[in-house]
């Protein structure tokens, strides 16, 4: 309705998977993620996408996995002309979609929060801990954490909501090896990422990873460090005691806080100004992070 990409279908190749935002298909030796403009508040997909935001998430993605290519990750090709199968449709995919390897993805999402927003800060009102770390007295909304914390949730299927769980959580659910690595690849990640946006105007405030196992080793699978699965904050307009302005889809979130809306499907309709301006700020985040415009 809005020039929005909200679904894909690519005759003769297998549909596995249509998620909150990608679409994903069976190559046979690899898979296609095409990352649709579809968007998500809440564990609910809204009606109505956002232009153009497909291509900033798979555009920032590539850009950290390049950044970090010390990190194992799961990218074969961001050129889709690389595959014959897909020729016919290059045009659409091209720029919003990755071929990547298979792996078998943990079953955890890995969160990691540098400042203290949120549901956060919610818990930390309310008992002074967040996923059961006690935190010390003194913090205010948005205030940097001492350090980072690893905060891992379940991965719920869409319209349901993620839970919060603990460490130990995870190495009862993956055992403590692949606990541990999980959670020390998240910190990296995360505290490599917050350097690096520092010094571009971005503040990270927090962030998810997923990872999966390929080849008996542990890989950073789907997005990465997006607008969608973290919270950027212009780092001149950060100010402590607040909830910051934000480059990422915490303006949906704020907008949909103002309804009468009981956070389940369906969601409600977006008015037209949220959703441009919601691609101006990803287009944004963009920018600042690479230096380059899309």
Known sequence: MNGALL???????PLINRGKVRDVYDLGDALLFVATDR???FDVVMPCGVPRKG??????????FDLMRDIPNHLISADVTTRPELAAYAKDL???SMIVRKAKVMPVECIVRGYLVGSGWKDYQKSGTVSGIKLRDGYQQASKLDTPLFTPSTKAEIGAHDEAISFEDVVRLLGKEKATTLRDLSLKIYTTARDYAEKRGIIVADTKFEFGELD???????????????????ADQYK????PVSLDKQYVRDYLET??????APGPQLPADVVSKTT???????????GKSL
């Open 7 to 13: 679904s894909t279908e690519i005759p003769g190749v």
């Open 39 to 41: 968007i998500s508040a």
């Open 55 to 64: 291509e900033v998430l798979t555009q920032i993605s590539l850009f950290w």
């Open 94 to 96: 091209q720029g919003r």
């Open 216 to 234: 008996g080793k542990i890989i950073l699978v789907d997005e990465v460090l997006t607008p969608d699965s973290s919270r950027f904050w212009p």
């Open 240 to 243: 402590v005691g607040t909830s």
């Open 259 to 264: 309804l009468d809306w009981n956070k389940t």
């Open 280 to 290: 101006e700020k990803y287009l944004e985040a963009y920018r600042m992070l690479t």
